[in-house]
């Protein structure tokens, strides 16, 4: 499908205006995301309608702690990505050239019907970022909004202005992938820059309702140390506030980065205490076992409101409009009723054959 985002150049190329990586195409030619190329003078989408697949799990997988807590989702992604990390841990879809193996052709419409056939309380655009398929999570997030579900995006906040306000007037909550502290890193490991990152995080936080969490996948020896967690923390602190979760991951050794094991888990809780000391209320430990770093607790009165292992929430102290039962404070985000009882479960689908039955 056509696209919005391009304008012609004076020596006949076309700038794709999506992200800021610019990319500049002559007919036939495919941007660094892959998915969207110029055809007869305009920057198209090559991926509307299609995914890698679709699979319903729980919310705390996006991770998306403090949005409708226990609520299955229905995610998918589509191929490509605008940025580059070496360390990608979702690479075989994100890297993808093969374009005509996603497998799986599913309308908004049909996408929006399985979710609520399937019991999902919202859908996700998850795997791999939303931002070159926009126009696609676009459809697919008001197909949600028709049927009372929500909409999700798991990004790395690599967008322009103009894009990103669009997008996201249309998406309800969104995890952004905050990859490391430096510019340094981000050039030379993503190929983008930190401080359009930055930005995405701060338009969403003042500039709209879209719930917020932050995911910083720390990499051994990369993006691990006490000052740079101590910097991107601080950041957060100052510029956002202390109700934005943050989540620290594991890495993986995975792609084009095998040189360096996985993540300790002692590092993780390391992060998270420096976030807390920092003065971030919710700061949690991810892809690890282990109820301390993925439970959530009263920023009033400290009790345990949520206690959860990995997916899975053990224990719930909130009550239906999210406030802590001991104390009454209320906990940041979007809670409506009891928790969902979804559980850690992943369970793939097939779109066509739920929408079929
Ligand atoms: S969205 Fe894709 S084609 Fe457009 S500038 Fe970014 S990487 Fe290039």
């Known amino acids: 499908m056509a696209t919005r985002y391009g304008h012609e150049l004076s020596d006949g190329r076309v700038q794709c205006d999506l992200c800021p990586r610019a990319c500049k195409l002559r007919d036939g030619q495919r941007g660094l995301c892959f998915v969207r190329a110029r055809a007869d003078g305009q920057i198209v989408l090559t991926s509307y309608g299609r995914s890698s697949g679709f699979c319903v799990d729980p919310i705390e997988k996006k991770p998306l702690h403090h949005f409708l807590p226990g609520s299955a989702v229905l995610s998918f992604g589509t191929a490509g990505c605008n940025l580059a990390c070496r360390f990608c841990q979702n690479w075989d879809i994100s890297k993808s050239k093969e374009v005509d193996s996603l497998s799986e052709e599913a309308s908004p419409r049909a996408i929006a019907t399985a979710a609520k056939e399937l019991g999902a309380a919202s859908i996700a655009f998850t795997y791999n970022d939303p931002v070159p398929f926009m126009e696609f999570a676009i459809d697919c997030a008001d197909a949600a909004h028709e049927?009372?579900?929500?909409?999700?995006a798991v990004t790395a906040g690599y967008i322009c202005a103009a894009p990103r306000a669009e997008l996201?007037?249309?998406?309800?909550?969104?995890?952004?992938?905050?990859?490391?502290?430096?510019?340094?890193?981000?050039?030379?490991?993503?190929?983008?820059?930190?401080?359009?990152v930055l930005e995405t995080l701060e338009y969403l936080s003042h500039e709209t309702a879209v719930w917020l969490e932050i995911?910083?996948?720390l990499i051994p020896g990369a993006n691990d140390s006490d000052a740079e967690?101590?910097?991107l923390t601080s950041w957060v602190i100052g510029h956002l506030g202390p109700d934005v979760p943050v989540h620290f991951t594991a890495f993986h050794p995975d792609f084009k980065m095998t040189d360096r094991p996985g993540?300790?888990?002692?590092?993780?809780?390391?992060?998270?205490?420096?976030?807390?000391?920092?003065?971030?209320?919710?700061?949690?430990?991810?892809?690890v076992h282990g109820t301390e770093g993925a439970s959530t607790s009263c920023s009033g009165c400290g009790v345990r409101l949520v206690e959860r292992d990995w997916y899975e929430i053990r224990r719930y102290r909130l009550t239906d409009d999210g406030r802590c039962r001991s104390c009454g404070t209320r906990c940041p985000g979007v809670f409506e009723g009891p928790a969902g009882t979804w559980g850690p479960r992943f369970r793939p689908v097939h779109v066509p054959e739920v929408v079929a039955r």
């Not at 996201?168 to 401080?195: M, P, Q, T, W």
């Not at 809780?269 to 991810?286: E, F, W």
């Open 147 to 152: 049927l009372g579900l929500r909409a999700v």
């Open 168 to 196: 996201y007037a249309h998406i309800d909550a969104a995890n952004v992938d905050l990859k490391a502290f430096s510019e340094g890193f981000y050039r030379r490991v993503c190929g983008a820059e930190l401080g359009a």
């Open 229 to 231: 967690i101590d910097a």
């Open 215 to 217: 995911t910083n996948l």
């Open 263 to 287: 993540t300790p888990p002692g590092t993780l809780s390391r992060a998270r205490r420096i976030a807390l000391a920092n003065g971030v209320h919710h700061a949690y430990t991810g892809n």
